[in-house]
């Protein structure tokens, strides 16, 4: 490595990943621009992935540590980076060409600005493209509200400025995979703007081990991160008097996502937790339960629509029947 200052750290976390690793290094050499480091923070793969980097020599900054989470992997990543920015790139995902000159264009143009997000393309487990997800479509404006309303967080596809990571303390390890969600509110409660590059940036790859489908573990660390946001002495009367709102969809979204990855049980226990901060009436509530499951699996891809009926004719789905019909009964 030589000792210039590069404008961007990627900092690359890799956990197990010898079979995609490369590609994402690959990648970041590929970028129209230059002016960048790579630093690769293995936490503790046990398969070849020290091997798959070998061949790299000097054109990366690779590091070795006992497994400890990708948490402390991107915080180690954060402590060694000597750009004014850093990206992130999950080991699984590799961003397309012009993601670095076109996020760090954004903050040229706008200097108040401590997050740029980007647009992300899934793909398959070998890379060919499922979808293009674009979500200022549905969130033009990324300040503190809707962050917390509509959670757009990928780290692939997003630029922060250093120093606010640093004054942030980087990314809290009582939250995984639910982290990145945790870190960008609290940088958009500090004060920290975002903005959107209306472009796809980062091809966001989709299999069995990858974040979104841990299930269960996703869903009870993002309740856990909403939970501790709203106990936060600090927060605005503004942010404050949303709480019931946001607690109730998130509630909802996170039944949903159990259902779709098959853990039905858990499913009935977050409904019966939004019960508590529903704006509507028990009827209305049910209703709007399955409104939501049909419009998150439209959001998803055509392929994971709703079968409301299937839904409907669940026993997990009577249970909860049931019990919404008893829990009005004794109000």
Known sequence: MSDRT???????????????????????LHQTIADWEII?????????????????????????????????ARNRGIELARGEFIAFLDADDYFLPDKIAAQIAVFAAKPNLGIVHSGWRLVNSIGEPLKDVKPWQNVPKLDLETWLRWKPVLPSAMVFRRHWLERAGGFDPRFPP??????????ALMGCEAEWLQEVTVCYRQHEQSAMYKGLPQAKSLAAVIDNFFARPELPDKIRLLEKQIKYSTLVWIAWYLHRTGHSVEMVEFLQRSWNYTPYLPVETV????????EFSQSAGNENELDADLLAQSPEWQQLMQWTILSCSSA
């Open 40 to 72: 690769v923070v293995d936490d503790g793969s046990r398969d070849d992935t020290r091997l798959v980097l070998e061949k790299y020599g000097d054109r990366i900054r690779y590091i070795y540590q006992q497994n400890q989470g990708v948490s402390i």
């Open 178 to 187: 639910a982290e990145d969600t945790d870190l960008v509110l609290r940088l």
């Open 6 to 28: 590069p404008q961007v750290s990627v900092v690359i976390p890799a956990y197990n990943c010898a079979a995609y690793v490369g590609q994402a290094v690959d990648s970041v």
């Open 287 to 294: 209703i709007n339960w399955v409104e939501c499951f049909a």
